[in-house]
């Protein structure tokens, strides 16, 4: 048995600080254990006490009977970390560590940390800083949460995990007043040792999980949590996550509250993407999510069908799901047929949807019959029921009628309850309809059913292919890096320059056509004379740009000018001269004539470093790009650059992507030789690794289709890492 199925199923549980007051924190694990059914071995562990609830108490660790499988661990920072030891030399598994007072609380408390993850030795730790964890499905109860004071939680086949113990608490008895099931609870908070990844990888090999549901405040080893995930999206088991610090003010609140950084919420956003994470957008979708997920019904395609006997309701509902991109079309003639033969009279609307069965709340035959018409029509691809308030005084007759039905298709079937009415949201929800008392919830349980069986139909993410790279890291080093200082074999442990050098827009273009990207042609000069030599070359229109690697950002300070002509462009060199001394403090000394590009598409394609990782972000480019942030971001796989398929996945994404794909008549752009673009510029990425510290092509112009790109200007920072 490996170590954290002991944690999750022990037979010997020690309660280390154990107290004989039940209503002190201390107090509840033994009480609970018992209460809970917890068939096993209790050891509650107090010199001050000779019994706790009914059982024998324990001096000190080194008088337990037997070697535990887990304790919990309940004393304060300084006594924990000697308790731990000592648990480790008895051969315990693993800890549960409550104690406070860690990283969370800053330099010392890192230190804190540290020392208990060495006293831990070869034992596994859950926390410190952690609730403990519930294991439903098992009846074990390894938590001091005031939450397990109810007397029944419903069992089901939902785990989660939380990086905070409060929320553990909170989902658990939101969970149960809306007879949600969940099977395993796990609260890994300060994560000294297991961590979301190690429970993700567990719960993927458990049985009685079918989703799992992350409250997540940040990911600490980003390789591990993606193969963790990728895994989970082999077995088919959806993972819906709930990430905390979209803003400034809730990124320090999280990492306040686990010591560590948090990473943006951009790159969250591309990780969770790229390993099929469902994310929910607001605390309470995830549970509304994994509700609708538990049933196992996989939703088709966007039609819905709307069923309701109050007409207020279903037009709440039907604009919920508009907003999500979901349709709801009217029924076929043949299903308008079978639901007017249902009802007679003039006050039924059964011909369009919402579906308006008025006297169906009355009738539970009408009901039926009008749940299976639309269940058994190819118009449709999934049904929400509007329960009205005439359920309120029979919930039984409407719950069944629903229940009825299920077997006649395995289309998602939803509810929305429209009076307050949580008793019957629960008993429909226990049924297997999940029930929900928000209208927006219905389309988000619908997103993640949709998502789930899209993603589910593609390869999961576990590494993509990449070509080979142009230039080997050190090849490149040397050319761009060629100071006397610098100048050293790259996988060397010589003296290595530290300091990044940005290269100049020549030098970085030079590197991006280095590993397959093309660039515009482009000649150096210094004088007036040899501007209008090179854009006599270059044709009708040249651009004229100040060249330096200090200086990156050129239109700032008056060193861009377009559509100049070879009789213009000294001129203008000698203008720009003088703007941007002014504005900038710095006299250019040498200047880029550009053959200028037009008639394409401005794209903008960089990379970003973060905690998380390196992504290759990709977006509409120019002088827009951050007014437009029309951006979206990939993370490197863990060796190689992007494939093909992400690439031009990632440009199908971009709102903008219309403009590519021949928007109102304008020819089609070479997305072809984009997506080339984006895979050698995420090779270079990854070639270059830490060395490379920045990089940006901006804009990249995308011509019409089979011409290709050019990289009209680009910035490259490079170090000796």
């Not at 018992?34 to 706790?52: C, M, Q, R, W």
């Not at 059964?350 to 009355?362: E, F, K």
Request: aromatic share 4%; proline share 5%; charged share 20%.
């Amino acid at each position: 048995m490996d170590i954290i199925t002991r944690l999750m199923r022990p037979q010997r549980v020690a309660v280390i600080g154990a107290s004989a007051d039940i209503t002190k924190t201390a107090g509840r694990p033994v009480s609970y254990l018992l209460k809970h059914g917890f068939s096993g071995d209790v050891y509650p562990v107090n010199p001050k006490a000779t019994e706790i609830c009914g059982l024998p108490c324990y001096p000190d660790i080194a008088s337990l009977p037997a070697v535990p499988d887990v304790a919990i661990v309940l004393l304060g920072a300084e006594r924990a970390q000697q308790a731990v030891k000592e648990l480790s030399h008895l051969g315990c598994a693993a800890a549960i560590v409550l104690a406070s007072g860690y990283t969370e609380v800053g330099e010392d408390g890192a230190t804190r940390q540290a020392a208990l993850l060495q006293a831990a030795g070869s034992m596994r730790i859950l926390g410190p800083n952690t609730i403990g964890l519930v294991n439903i499905t098992d009846g074990i109860v390894l938590s001091a949460s005031g939450a397990l004071e109810m007397e029944h939680f419903p069992s089901g086949v939902i785990s989660l995990v939380s990086q905070s113990g409060g929320i553990l608490g909170s989902l658990l008895s939101r969970a149960a007043a809306r007879g949600i099931g969940l099977a395993k609870l796990i609260s890994t908070s300060n994560e000294v040792d297991l961590e979301l990844a190690d429970f993700i990888e567990w719960l993927v090999d458990d049985d009685a999980t079918k989703v799992i549901a992350l409250y997540v405040e940040t990911v600490r080893n980003t390789k591990k949590f993606r193969a963790a995930a990728s895994r989970a999206a082999q077995a088919g088991k959806p993972i819906v996550a709930f990430k905390i610090g979209r803003s400034e003010a809730g990124a320090k609140a999280a990492i306040s509250h686990t010591g560590a950084l948090a990473g943006s919420d951009r790159m969250y956003d591309a990780l969770f993407k790229q390993t099929g994470i469902i994310r929910a957008q607001r605390f309470d979708e995830l549970l509304d999510m994994p509700a609708a997920l538990a049933t196992g019904r996989v939703l088709r395609g966007k039609r819905v069908a709307i069923l309701t006997s109050t007409g207020g309701a279903g037009t709440l509902v039907s604009d919920a799901l508009g907003v999500a991109a979901f349709e709801t079309p009217p029924p076929d003639a043949e299903t308008a047929a079978k639901l007017r033969a249902l009802q007679k009279g003039d006050h039924a609307a059964l011909d369009r949807n919402p579906i308006d069965v008025t006297l169906a709340g009355l009738q539970p035959d009408l009901l039926k019959g009008a749940i299976s018409a639309v269940l058994s029509s190819s118009t449709y691809d999934a049904l929400v029921v509007i329960v009205g308030a005439s359920a309120l005084a029979m919930p039984e007759l409407m719950s069944n009628a629903i229940n009825s039905c299920m077997s006649l298709s395995q289309k998602p079937i939803l509810a929305y309850i429209s009076p307050h009415a949580p008793h019957i949201g629960a008993l429909l929800t226990q049924g297997g309809i999940p029930a929900f008392s928000a209208p927006e919830s219905c389309s988000a349980a619908l997103v993640a059913m949709l998502h789930a069986s899209q993603y589910q139909a593609t390869a999961p993410e576990v590494a993509d292919c990449a070509l080979a790279p142009a230039h080997s890291l050190a090849e490149v080093l040397n050319v761009y890096l060629p100071a006397a200082a610098q100048r050293v074999d790259a996988e060397s442990n010589a003296s290595k320059a530290l300091i990044p050098t940005s290269l100049d827009e020549e030098q970085a273009k030079q590197l991006f056509t280095s590993f397959g990207i093309t660039a515009v042609r482009e000649a150096v000069v210094t004088t007036p004379e040899q501007a209008r030599a090179a854009a006599v070359d270059f044709g009708e229109r040249s651009v004229l740009k100040i060249l330096s690697s200090e200086i990156l950002h050129k239109s700032d300070v008056g060193g861009v000018a377009i559509n100049l002509s070879a009789a213009h462009i000294g001129a203008r060199l000698l203008q720009m001269t003088q703007e941007v001394k002014a504005k900038s403090g710095t006299t250019p000394e040498k200047f880029l004539v550009q053959e200028m590009a037009s008639g394409g598409t401005e794209m903008i394609l960089g990379m970003h470093r973060d905690v998380l990782g390196v992504a290759i972000l990709l977006g509409m480019g120019g002088v827009t790009a951050e007014l437009l942030k029309d951006t979206t971001m990939r993370l490197l796989p863990a060796h190689g650059g992007l494939s093909e398929e992400t690439a031009l996945e990632m440009a199908r994404s971009l709102t903008t992507w219309p403009l590519l794909d021949g928007y109102r008549g304008k020819p089609k752009a070479d997305v072809a030789a984009l997506v080339k673009a984006i895979v050698a510029f995420s090779n270079m990425v990854a070639t270059l690794g830490d060395c490379l510290l920045e990089a940006e092509i901006n804009p990249l112009f995308v011509l019409a289709q089979g011409q290709g790109v050019k990289a009209t200007d680009g910035i490259a920072v490079l170090t000796r890492a």
